[in-house]
């Protein structure tokens, strides 16, 4: 399983973006995608992750009145969009395969994309 996520940047708090992860490898769509962030000096933390057929999620508490997690398995692909950002947001956002709200529980992972937040 391959994983490419696109879509941080530049954003000034209280902005928005939407991040993708394209996925390929055999039997993607029957697995669980979700999303980790790393800050810098801090551990990885969990963000949100999703279920095979999209009916059931679980976002950090942290986020989860300003994030959403989505899939559209035609296109091998999941969401995360991000609202109302802070700048405790600023971090890499890694998407990974698996499923739970810990590290251990993904087993394939991304390169990570960039979302710094600037005041």
């Known amino acids: 399983v391959q994983l490419q996520a696109s879509g941080g940047g530049l954003v000034q708090a209280g902005g928005s973006l939407r991040l993708s992860c394209a996925a390929s490898?055999?039997?993607?769509?029957?697995?669980?995608l979700g999303w980790f962030r790393q800050a810098p000096g801090k551990e990885r933390e969990f963000v949100a992750v999703?279920?095979?057929?999209?009916?059931?999620?679980m976002l950090a508490d942290s986020v989860n009145d300003r994030f959403t997690i989505s899939r559209d398995n035609a296109k091998n692909t999941v969401y995360l969009q991000v609202n109302s950002l802070k700048l405790e947001d600023t971090a890499i956002y890694y998407c990974?395969?698996?499923?739970?709200?810990?590290?251990?529980?993904?087993?394939?992972w991304g390169q990570g994309t960039q979302v710094t937040v600037s005041s």
């Open positions: 490898g055999r039997h993607i769509r029957t697995y669980g």
């Open positions: 999703i279920n095979w057929n999209g009916f059931s999620t």
């Open positions: 990974a395969k698996g499923w739970g709200t810990r590290s251990i529980g993904f087993d394939s």
